[in-house]
């Protein structure tokens, strides 16, 4: 079944913006960033560097899940960023929608904090890195996942992806 909508997930750092914004514009799909649905007050949680929990996350995922079925149902196409770390997150945006794909950007603590020490005027900030590691739940095979590393370029990353696309449709 062709793919309606592509989760790209990975902890803070992970590139899951600039990789998801740059695939959606080669394969002229719609993109939107997981941050955008967030409720200001997650937002301001995540500025004082306070972890969220379940009850932060429940709205905000509904929220991106109803776009994912709005893009399904209109027949439309996108591609959304969303750090996804838990299976129980995983199964709430994508679940039994054969028609939603997932890609994991992978990689190391080490080179994804030091990522974000260069990162300017995003509001998740590099001390919350950890609790986002402690928190990951790799997908596991039954999930279909596309998992990439994150050490190439960004370019060379989303090559990867539709190639892993194309290769299995």
């Known amino acids: ?7 790209v997930m990975g902890v803070s750092g992970s590139g899951k913006s600039t990789v998801g914004a740059l695939l959606a514009g080669r394969l002229d799909w719609e993109y939107r960033d997981a941050d955008d649905f967030h409720p200001l007050a997650n937002v301001e949680k995540m500025r004082q560097a306070i972890p969220l929990d379940d009850d932060d996350r429940r709205p905000w ?6 776009w994912i079925d709005a893009k399904r149902a209109s027949s439309g196409h996108g591609v959304v960023t969303c750090s996804a770390l ?5 199964d709430q945006l994508i679940g039994k929608r054969d028609d939603v794909g997932l890609v994991y950007l992978k990689g190391d603590f080490d080179l994804i904090v030091r990522r974000l020490s260069v990162r300017l005027g995003h509001f ?18 039954e999930e279909r996942p596309i998992i990439v590393a994150i050490d190439p370029s960004p370019n060379v990353i989303v090559q990867t992806i539709l190639d892993r696309l194309a290769a299995s449709s």
Request: no cysteine; proline share 11%; net charge positive.
């Open 1 to 7: 079944m062709p793919l309606a909508v592509v989760v």
């Open 86 to 90: 838990k299976r129980r997150y995983r």
């Open 61 to 66: 995922l509904a929220a991106i899940a109803a």
């Open 124 to 141: 998740m900030p590099a001390s919350l890195l950890q609790s986002q590691f402690a928190a990951l739940e790799e997908p596991g095979p």
